[in-house]
T-cell receptor
Framework: GAVVSQHPSWVICKSGTSVKIECRSL??????MFWYRQFPKQSLMLMAT?????????EQGVEKDKFLINHASLTLSTLTVTSAHPEDSSFYIC?????????????FGSGTQLSVL | GENVEQHPSTLSVQEGDSAVIKCTYS??????FPWYKQELGKRPQLIID?????GEKKDQRIAVTLNKTAKHFSLHITETQPEDSAVYFC???????????FGKGTTLSVSS
């Protein structure tokens, strides 16, 4: 069945480096992807909406120059955390809308745990 | 935009007891009301949902009730088990294709 594949599952990086997270839709085309961030013991907070072939829409307070989103194809959206700092350590998860609401409105990726040292 | 309040933030029960979590929303256009369960480090999983034309839905030990007039819906878990321990989120939605906005979550702990 339709699945969203997210990689990597976890990543540890040094402060100042960049990290790329990939989200692929399998067996379906995702013209839209939603990127969420979740800090420990907090809710999932929407960071941005990516649309294939156009610029992403960022939520208030999310730095678009720091969190680069690219949605170059109908099956791949990427989030790059540039010049990562310890405060960027978080759980990042992508999701794609599914048609209808059977089994929920969104397909979720498996998430990426980012730890910045 | 949608303002979502979820209560309580934490809930501790003994195995076999019932648990109730309430979600209040502000957008009268919301017509789809899901509840998600999230275990640590995992993706959220839909456990039950309800649409605005229905007042209650039940699936084994889990039920959701909706009061559209008062703009709140609740998750009911009966005969709780230790494996029900997780964080639960509501996400009222207008099905307009935009992202889900999640409540702040309720951490449920079921002790045996």
């Amino acid at each position: 069945g339709a699945v969203v594949s997210q990689h990597p599952s976890w990543v540890i990086c040094k402060s100042g480096t960049s990290v790329k997270i990939e989200c692929r839709s399998l067996d379906f085309q995702a013209t839209t992807m939603f990127w969420y961030r979740q800090f420990p013991k907090q809710s999932l907070m929407l960071m941005a909406t990516s649309n294939e072939g156009s610029k992403a829409t960022y939520e208030q307070g999310v730095e678009k120059d720091k969190f680069l989103i690219n949605h170059a194809s109908l099956t791949l959206s990427t989030l790059t955390v540039t010049s990562a700092h310890p405060e960027d350590s978080s759980f990042y998860i992508c999701s794609a809308p599914r048609s209808g609401t059977a089994d929920g409105r969104l397909f979720f990726g498996s998430g990426t745990q980012l730890s910045v040292l | 935009g949608e303002n979502v309040e979820q209560h309580p933030s934490t809930l501790s029960v003994q195995e076999g007891d019932s648990a109730v979590i309430k979600c209040t929303y502000s957008d009268s256009a919301s017509n789809y009301f899901p509840w998600y369960k999230q275990e640590l480090g995992k993706r959220p999983q839909l456990i039950i949902d309800i649409r605005s034309n229905v007042g209650e839905k039940k699936d084994q030990r889990i039920a959701v009730t909706l009061n559209k007039t008062a703009k709140h819906f609740s998750l009911h878990i009966t005969e709780t088990q230790p494996e029900d321990s997780a964080v639960y989120f509501c996400a009222p939605d207008d099905q307009a294709g935009t992202a889900l906005i999640f409540g702040k979550g309720t951490t449920l702990s079921v002790s045996s």
